[in-house]
């Protein structure tokens, strides 16, 4: 017999079962996906900038962290508001 365990059927120590991980729909593109897409975009630019011409572009990076911050506490987001209206105008034509 084996004295290893089977890692696939490891359970955590409150013995309860593992859920699944999360995962997002992708079959369409939502506000919050389009959000998440343009928040990481911008955090990847102002990093380069950062690196590549100056040490200031770091404000571009707290901004948009502070902002995604604020999303999360509060639910307020201005850039959702422009996606949405966005989206909101080419269902309507």
Same mark, same amino acid.
């Given at each position: 017999?084996?004295?290893?365990?089977?890692?696939?059927?490891?359970?955590?120590?409150?013995?309860?079962?593992?859920?699944?991980?999360?995962?997002?729909?992708?079959?369409?593109?939502?506000?919050?996906?389009?959000?998440? $897409?343009?928040? !990481?975009?911008?955090? &990847?630019? =102002? *990093?380069?900038?950062?690196?590549?011409?100056?040490?200031?572009? +770091?404000? /571009?990076? $707290?901004?948009? !962290?502070?902002?995604? &911050?604020? =999303? *999360?506490?509060?639910?307020?987001?201005?850039?959702?508001?422009? +996606?949405? /209206?966005?989206?909101?105008?080419?269902?309507?034509?």
């Amino acid at each position: 017999m084996s004295s290893r365990k089977n890692i696939g059927t490891a359970k955590p120590p409150n013995g309860k079962r593992m859920s699944k991980p999360y995962r997002m729909n992708v079959s369409s593109w939502n506000v919050e996906r389009i959000m998440f $897409a343009i928040a !990481g975009i911008l955090v &990847a630019t =102002f *990093a380069l900038l950062a690196v590549l011409v100056h040490p200031a572009f +770091v404000w /571009g990076d $707290a901004f948009v !962290g502070g902002m995604l &911050a604020l =999303f *999360a506490v509060t639910g307020y987001c201005p850039m959702a508001m422009i +996606v949405s /209206g966005i989206l909101n105008r080419k269902k309507a034509s």
